[in-house]
Nanobody, 115 residues
Framework: QVQLVESGGGVVQAGGSLRLSCAAS????????MGWFRQAPGKEREFVAR????????YYGDSVKGRFTISRDNAKNTVYLQMNSLKPEDTAVYYC????????WGQGTQVTVSS
């Protein structure tokens, strides 16, 4: 079993920045990838970013390319999402994801960007 705990959400003005963290724990934690998804009210969950745990390759959704950066600290079992140049349309609940042959999800953290 893997537990994921997100933190770092909040309210920020458009153009501002936030950094999300996701700390993983569990005896079986050995993911292929870690990632971030988001879900705005009335919309489907959307892919944001992913990082390969071994090697560190990254992949981003089109709506966040050039503004968001995903990174990891393997020693701390933690993945980060640095979000810059935030827009009101980035407002959503952000979920951390750990993927092997099973998907694990965190409880989510709210990000609100005011105009």
């Amino acid at each position: 079993q893997v537990q994921l705990v997100e933190s770092g959400g909040g309210v920020v003005q458009a153009g501002g920045s936030l950094r999300l963290s996701c700390a993983a724990s569990g005896r079986t934690f050995s993911p292929y990838t870690m990632g971030w998804f988001r879900q705005a009210p009335g919309k489907e969950r959307e892919f944001v970013a992913r990082i390969w745990w071994s090697g560190g390759s990254t992949y981003y959704g089109d709506s966040v390319k050039g503004r968001f950066t995903i990174s990891r600290d393997n020693a701390k079992n933690t993945v980060y999402l640095q979000m810059n140049s935030l827009k009101p349309e980035d407002t959503a609940v952000y979920y951390c994801n750990s993927r092997t042959n099973i998907d694990y999800w965190g409880q989510g953290t709210q990000v609100t960007v005011s105009s």
